[in-house]
């Protein structure tokens, strides 16, 4: 027995030496490199202008890439400096109000290109889209003419004008073509039996959007809120041109300022201002993170 056992183990150890390698993923280890060198390349000038907002001037000048001690007092100095109190809440209240003029004026919109039939439809949907392809920049100058002829109309009939004043900031973004396109795209995906049963029950259009649609559309209503969100609280050029007084101007434009001229040459209160007007997209990425990215996966955009 112990002779024929010694064939069998020499066998099994001579197939184990003799066994093929298993070949060296090249691909995955470069993809997995190039990936961790973007994360690098995406992480790092946060993380400078986080640890810069904790350094003193004479560190962030010598070019330090760790504070010796954390300088919390920096974020006091430059919201004092800054004034962000006031460009903070004319911030919250500008995104405040887009955001639910947009979602007033595009969902009905999106699911009337999706689930409602009338003539010109998909040729007015069409001209909807395509005006995504016109640069920003490119309507500014008819934007503000409009925002002018319609703002003297106002101030005669209302009392108020839109100029220096939150309609301008806000009412031209409300009928947001992307928004009206991500829902559509969701909208068009509900099954008609859900709208068969809702017939049957005497829903209309409106209780069957208001007690159907909206609720099975929670993911793609808040990626779109979050978009509309990002775009509002960084908005720029367009306050610049609308306002000349600080009494409705967002926080980017306060930040901007700040940086022009109160703290030209304290680059820590500047990375400190701006680790601040970042915060509030954090925390509203941090709390809707999870319908951001069931939406991307569900409404036709993702990859």
Partial sequence: MA????????????TQQTAPRKPIAWGKIISYAILIIGLIQALLPFYWMLSSSLMSVTEVNFGYWFPSQLRFENYALAWEQANFAQF???????????????MLVCIPAAYAFARMRFIGRDV????????????SVATMVPNYLTVIWIGRLSQNLLG??????????????????????????????????????????GAGHLRFLRSVVVPLSKAPIMTTVTFSFIGSWNALLWPLLVTQTDEWRPVAVGLTKFINNEASSDLHLQMAAAVMMIIPILIMYFFTQKQFTEGIATSGLKG
């Fill in 88 to 102: 903070m809440w004319n911030s919250v209240r500008i995104t405040g109000i887009s955001l639910i003029g947009q």
């Fill in 160 to 201: 108020f004008g839109w100029l220096n004043n939150w309609p301008s900031l806000t009412i031209p973004f409300m009928a947001s073509a992307f928004t009206i396109f991500l829902l559509r795209q969701f909208f068009a995906q509900i099954p008609d039996e859900l709208w068969d049963a809702a017939r049957i029950d």
């Fill in 3 to 14: 002779e024929t056992a010694r064939p069998l183990e020499i066998t099994a150890t001579e």
């Fill in 124 to 135: 007015l949907f069409g001209v909807t889209v395509a005006t995504l392809m016109i640069p």
